[in-house]
């Protein structure tokens, strides 16, 4: 009796769950028409209309994403929600692009519920000019360009309307121009990440209108001036902010201490100089890497490693840093696993308790002017292997134990240290050789040249 109630309960629920299925509506025709002009647009190689001939909500390719929705009197539709182009693994086979791809936004005009639109390694030979997605209105959330170098044009006037937008990722292609005063209309974006680009000029944004940003990386492109005050000013929910290889300049803005949720900060080669470290990262307490590489900061490493101790990187490779390593960087800085400090002009020893340093597992001091003995173990250094880098400090020396250990040829070229020379004069006793103290009467010829020259 059990074992029938079992089965029949399955075969109820298969039933129902099969019925539910059957009884949802097909995808309209004018979407259905639109998906394949898309794919043939992307692929015109490939016979998308024989290969998924049926209801696309049903049967389409990967990374063609359909939906039901109800409206006010209980009807029910299907629409796309999602278009993602580009063959990425295995896990994400979405449709492949052929060499010939286009891109026309007109194609997209009908997807009145497209919330995703995602395009990897599309667009790279032909060029092919950034659309005016505006018709899209506003249900796109995610616009995704990633690896696509011939995608060019600007982005001026084409994306203002789409203010539901969360996440706009553009990197890798060869969009240019000025990022548009207009972004400031899309309040909704919580990450915008505009990497690898050819984008120019001053950075005018007012980004204290987009307080839901998480994510700001505009690096690697050509921006130039002050870094905008607004991003200090409004963005207190920022988690990241990558500026770095752009040509920022001026002093880096004393008010980035506001964002106090800010967990990564990367301004790395710019041209920010000759005003020191910035003391205000001390007050920054949800710091876990901080990235100042390639600017002219100048100055000495500011005593501020206590408030920092949860810190795991930091970069401040060529930035004219000058005098000693301070120790407290050693006796904090437990939880770092990459430090730079090298392409400087440091000097003094390496401080003793750097040898604390216990979870780091790159460390860089090279091309400085350090002297003195490395205060490293055998252990640590055979951790840390091709990691630990003391090259171009000519004056540094491991002992001959950390040699004999085998462990020295992972220190490159550095010396022996030398053994302290004991003076001559102080073996007066413990030996009868009279090549090894001074006899009695070379003691009184002394002592009769003093009494001479005393007179």
Known sequence: M??????????????????????????????????????????????????????????????????????????????????????VSDYSPNPSCSSSATLDAFLFSSFTHLKKLFFYQCFVETNVIFPDFSSLGASLEYLVFVENPSLVGSLSGKISSLTSLRRLVITGTSVSGQIPDEFSHLINLEQLTLSRNKFSGNVSVNFEKIKKLKVLDLSQNGFEGYVPESIGNGLNELLKLDLSFNQFSGKIPENLKGLQRLKFLDLSYNRFGNFGVPLFLGEMPNLKEVYLSGNLLGGKIPEMWEKLGGILGIGLSGTGLVGNIPASMGVYLRNTCYLALDNNSLEGTVPEEFSLLESVSELNLENNNLTG??????????????????????????????????????????????????????????????????????FLICIGILIVLSL
């Open 373 to 442: 003995k490395v205060p490293f173990s055998a252990k640590f250094v055979g951790k840390m292997g091709d990691k630990l880098k003391l090259e171009g400090n000519s004056e540094l020396c491991i002992d001959e134990e950390l040699r004999n250990a085998k462990v020295g040829q992972k220190l490159g070229q550095l010396k022996i240290c030398k053994k302290p020379d004991i003076p001559q004069f102080a073996l007066l006793q413990g030996s009868a050789s009279s090549s090894q103290h001074l006899s009695a009467s070379h």
């Open 2 to 87: 059990a074992s029938f109630l079992f089965f029949y309960l399955l075969f109820s629920s298969s039933f129902l769950l099969f019925a539910c299925v059957i009884s949802q509506p097909p995808l309209n025709h004018l979407e259905q028409e639109s998906v394949y002009s898309v794919l043939e647009s992307i692929n015109s190689e490939t016979p998308w209309r024989s290969l998924f001939p049926d209801d696309l909500c049903s049967s389409a390719p990967h990374g063609v994403v359909c939906d039901y929705f109800t409206d006010q009197t209980g009807a029910v539709s299907a629409h796309i929600i999602e278009l993602n182009f580009g063959y």
